[in-house]
């Protein structure tokens, strides 16, 4: 909803706002007298515009001194190709009077960059700033769903709330819950087992030996590097299979492809 409401802002600043400021000044007459002059201007002024709002205010979102420079660099380089068209020689008829006390064109070029960059800057920060909150909040709203949906399959596969598996780790005995093994992984004669909410554990055992110490029909080895809880299967391929809270699909070895037949 914010975010449309900026949209609409660009919108009306981008075609009302800013010729309207623009004819604060005799840019009537001035199109009279050099035409080409004043065009290269507002096309100037709107790559400026353009400029703040989609490069350099995001920049200023994260304030690093990398960042801070390169807005610097960018802002003086603007600053000095305007002042190069200030420079420009631009004979304009000396009968102004009765425009009224109107700025030179020198004065009204400077007035006008000043209040693009003094719009185009912040809005820039802001829309960048709520960017992120709303990935954030929709990443964390998958997150939740995510969560909510693990801990239902936990409660539907009640059968092994409270059973641990005992293992060797560190010249110590540690108790793992199996309803919170994510996966385990083998890795040479080392087996770790993935958990929720808990640090991994590696004990000296093969993939295979920690296959037999588990409940016969609870996990499945899918590859010579992977076994799974099969409560926690979300969906499965011929070739993957997809785990519940976990964000990555694991490959379904050859040998072991027969395990998830028939519905297994």
Request: charge should be positive; hydrophobic fraction near 50%; glycine fraction near 6%.
């Amino acid at each position: 909803m914010i975010r449309s409401e900026i949209l609409r802002t660009d919108i009306i600043f981008c075609i009302l706002v800013m010729p309207g400021m623009m004819f604060l000044f005799p840019t009537g007459e001035w199109l009279q007298w050099h035409t080409a002059y004043v065009l290269l201007y507002v096309l100037w002024l709107y790559a400026v515009y353009f400029i703040g709002r989609f490069g350099l205010g995001p920049l200023l979102v994260v304030k690093t001194w990398k960042r801070l420079v390169t807005v610097a660099g960018i802002l003086l380089l603007i600053w000095a190709v305007t002042f190069l068209m200030t420079l420009t020689t631009v004979d304009f008829p000396q009968d102004t009077a009765r425009l009224g006390k109107m700025p030179p064109h020198e004065t009204a070029m400077w007035v006008l960059l000043v209040a693009v960059l003094a719009y185009s800057l912040p809005v820039g920060m802001l829309s960048t700033r709520l960017r992120w909150l709303s990935r954030r909040a929709d990443k964390e709203a998958v997150q939740e769903a995510a969560r909510e949906a693990l801990e239902t399959r936990r409660a539907e596969s009640g059968e092994m709330a409270g059973e641990e598996l005992l293992v060797k780790s560190d010249y110590k005995t540690v108790h793992i819950p199996l309803s919170a093994i994510q996966y385990v992984e083998g890795r040479n004669n080392y087996s770790c087992f993935h958990l929720d909410n808990l640090d991994d554990v590696v004990t000296q055992i093969s993939l295979k030996s920690a296959l037999e110490m588990l409940p016969q029909g609870k996990f499945a080895r899918i590859h010579r590097s992977y076994i799974i809880p099969l409560w926690r299967i979300e969906k499965r391929t011929a070739a993957q299979v997809k785990l519940l809270g976990l964000p990555d699909p694991f490959p379904i070895g050859r040998a072991f492809k027969d395990q998830f037949k028939d519905g297994r």
